[in-house]
């Protein structure tokens, strides 16, 4: 997982969307995000171009949806909480944010 995390990590550096796409979506199906979302639509949670418009502009987004992913939630979306996801390191959740953030 740590060479996933390095990857995006550059390729973000480097301006290449097209590997940090896969890279992101290789991560959120690593850790099984796409049990619960997808991209474009919503599944059990909101899909993730739903969250990147929600959050545009928020410069406190990326932090308070990394502790999310980690830590879990409810309210924001409905009734359904999201779980917390002890199986993400910090590293990991960032890259999943930026990812999911970064959806058109």
Do not use: I, R
């Not at 474009?40 to 987004?61: F, S």
């Not at 980690?70 to 390191?89: A, E, F, H, I, L």
């Amino acid at each position: 997982m740590k060479k996933l995390v390095v990857v995006a990590a550059v390729a973000g550096l480097m301006g290449s969307t097209a590997a940090f796409a896969d890279a992101g979506m290789d991560l959120a199906k690593a850790k099984n995000c796409l049990a619960c979302h997808a991209v474009d639509k919503k599944v059990v949670g909101p899909a993730y171009k739903e969250v990147a418009a929600k959050y545009k502009g928020d410069k406190t987004a990326e932090a308070k949806l990394v502790e999310k992913v980690q830590k879990g939630g409810s309210g924001v979306w409905g009734s359904m909480p999201m779980p917390p996801n002890p199986q993400v390191s910090p590293a990991e959740a960032k890259t999943l944010v930026a990812w999911v953030l970064s959806q058109k």
